[in-house]
Nanobody, 124 residues
Framework: QVRLVESGGGLVQAGGSLRLSCAASGRTFSSSAMGWFRQAPGKEREFVAT????????SYADSVKGRFTISRDNAKNTVYLQMNSLKPEDTAVYYC?????????????????WGQGTQVTVSS
């Protein structure tokens, strides 16, 4: 079993930055891909970024490429999402997810564990 707890969300002005953290418990963290997804009001949950088990492989949604950076620290059982140049359209609840395999995973169906989510609001 893996438990995920996100933190770091909040209210920020457009152009600002936030860093989300996801603390994981469970033996499989260091061998699993991790991802971030988001869900805006009235929209479906969408993929944001993923990192492979060792941090060597990354993938991003086109909408965040060049602005967001995903990373992980297996010694701390934590995955991060650094978000820069935030836009109002980035407003959503952001979810951390633990994958069923170790490589790049971009579909929500490839993730077995989910955090409770953290709200990110970007004002214009």
């Amino acid at each position: 079993q893996v438990r995920l707890v996100e933190s770091g969300g909040g209210l920020v002005q457009a152009g600002g930055s936030l860093r989300l953290s996801c603390a994981a418990s469970g033996r499989t963290f260091s061998s699993s891909a991790m991802g971030w997804f988001r869900q805006a009001p009235g929209k479906e949950r969408e993929f944001v970024a993923t990192v492979t088990w060792n941090g060597g492989g990354l993938s991003y949604a086109d909408s965040v490429k060049g602005r967001f950076t995903i990373s992980r620290d297996n010694a701390k059982n934590t995955v991060y999402l650094q978000m820069n140049s935030l836009k109002p359209e980035d407003t959503a609840v952001y979810y951390c997810a633990g994958g069923t395999r170790s490589w790049v995973l971009v579909r929500s169906s490839d993730y077995a564990y989910w955090g409770q989510g953290t709200q990110v609001t970007v004002s214009s």
